[in-house]
């Protein structure tokens, strides 16, 4: 309205996320409304900062040009979360855990995540006393896992609250041996699970359950830190599972990758550069 020039930073791109959720009505006049006043902002941006390669065609057929765009990964701090061991980690001591493999899922349990596939893998996998599912947070599809643990007695799921009071976060991320990261398929390119980042920064591996083209699954797929597997694939990811629970080798050396990339490609001090370039950048541009 000023005219001044200005950019945009997307964590997500709404209203779109939120049809795909299901949780507006795409054809009602406030999200027409709403998606319009999106669009023409986005078009009128001197720049727009996506925190994922795969939200880049998302914006192009909004019309946003793709010279405007620059893709900045989140990230996590590196000196606040770190690798603990087993055997000095607070909380796998409290939990029982020191002769566990454990499968953690931390963080929101929400809308945008796909836990079927996990839970039935646990069921299939409910005879391996030395696996160990763990969910830890709050969100609206916690009450769901619950009911499916106790319809199916998967006494080896444990459904955690929030921890951050009792356990620093460097704690909590190290408990795991392997982590687990979901993305629906109609939230591609519609966000990005940032989680992930901090995941790295714990120097653990990750199983990401999601389109391959999403940008954890690239970051996978280039450093070799993880393993991609599509929804709805319950044998490739109950494999996926068994073949890092068998090979330690193969779990540290992931976890090593991660850690490496938290401190490097993927730290805090290579995205400030980052924006720092995009903004000045934006500035010469608007000014040309």
Same mark, same amino acid.
Request: proline share 0%; no cysteine.
């Given at each position: 309205i000023r005219k001044q020039s200005y950019s945009m930073v997307l964590m997500d791109i709404q209203p779109e996320m939120s049809i795909a959720l299901g949780l507006v009505n795409e054809n009602s006049l406030i999200v027409k409304i709403t998606r319009k006043l999106s669009k023409l902002a986005l078009q009128n941006a001197s720049g727009v900062v996506v925190i994922g390669r795969c939200m880049l065609e998302k914006l192009e057929n909004l019309g946003v040009q793709k010279e405007k765009i620059t893709v900045i990964s989140n990230w996590a701090d590196e000196q606040l979360v770190f690798p603990?061991?087993?055997n000095e980690n607070k909380l796998r001591q409290d939990m029982? +855990?020191? =002769?566990k493999f454990v499968v953690l899922y931390a963080g929101n349990i929400g809308l945008p995540q796909y836990f079927e596939d996990l839970l039935s893998v646990a069921e299939k996998l409910s005879g391996n006393k030395n696996i160990q599912f763990v969910f830890i947070g709050e969100g609206r599809q916690k009450i769901k896992i619950k009911e499916i643990i106790n319809n199916k007695n998967l006494s080896n799921v444990q459904l955690l609250p929030f921890l951050h009071l009792q356990y620093s976060l460097a704690e909590i991320m190290s408990s795991a041996d392997l982590h687990f990261v979901s993305l629906k398929e109609k939230c591609t390119g519609l966000a990005v699970p940032s989680k992930a980042y901090t995941i790295f920064a714990s120097g653990r591996p990750l199983i990401f359950q999601g389109n391959k083209k999403c940008e954890i699954a690239l970051i996978l797929e280039e450093h070799n830190n993880g393993i991609t597997v599509p929804i709805g694939d319950v044998n490739s #990811?109950?494999?996926?599972?068994? =073949? #890092?629970?068998?090979? =330690?080798? #193969?779990?540290?050396?992931?976890?090593? =990758?991660?850690? +490496? #990339?938290?401190?490097n490609l993927l730290s805090q001090k290579v995205a400030i550069k980052k924006y720092v370039d995009f903004l000045i950048g934006s500035r010469i541009s608007e000014s040309g």
């Open positions: 603990i061991s087993v029982g +855990w020191q =002769k #990811l109950q494999s996926a599972i068994e =073949k #890092l629970f068998e090979n =330690k080798n #193969l779990r540290e050396s992931m976890g090593n =990758k991660s850690r +490496w #990339l938290a401190t």
